[in-house]
């Protein structure tokens, strides 16, 4: 290689560790020029991947860039672990190994992904650039293509859970005291009717919490 050529080689590995793709040009076997590519990391991406964290979530990023340029990447927005170089049906087989593990959620947006978007507990689909093969693979489809708003899904999924096991609790208790003080006489057939409608209303009501909490929308 002439001097020209490696240094060009060295240039490109230096821009590869900044996280973009080079590309270099030859004619007849020399070396003419370079560009480089880089896909450009969304703004909210480093917060949202943060706020993830914080809840105990541990972030993987897939991809099948080269290696270099993927860890770059996975640096600038803070994920736990960078798998890179993967074809798509080698990352159904990562997708399986990481289910070993604990339950996994999958985040894609394109048709390669929609494969591996079935393979996990969850599959999210980016709905605002996202591919229709993706979409109609997904459990949970963002109608946007903002990385926050899987911040915003997680939370909304983990208060309305918690409602529900608070709704359940509350009427089976209520329910039961009746039926015992029922049975003892305690309880008049009135009694247990207005108690059967005002645990529907209370528990109507205390479902109404998660649309007015304006910090998950």
Known sequence: LSEVSVTMIEHAEKLAEEGKTPLLFAKDGVLQGMIA??????????????????????????????????KAIGEQAGVDEVIAGVLPDGKEAVVRKLRKKGEVAMVGDGINDAPVLTRADAGIAMGGLGSDAAIEAADVVIMDDKVSKIVSAIRISKKTMSIVKQNIAFALIVKALFLIGGALGFVTMWGAVFADVGVTLIAVLNSMRALSDKKYN
């Open 37 to 70: 590519v880089a896909d450009v990391m969304k703004e909210d991406s480093a917060e949202a991947i943060r706020e993830l964290k914080e809840m105990g979530i541990r972030v993987v990023m897939l991809t099948g860039d080269n290696e270099r340029t993927a």
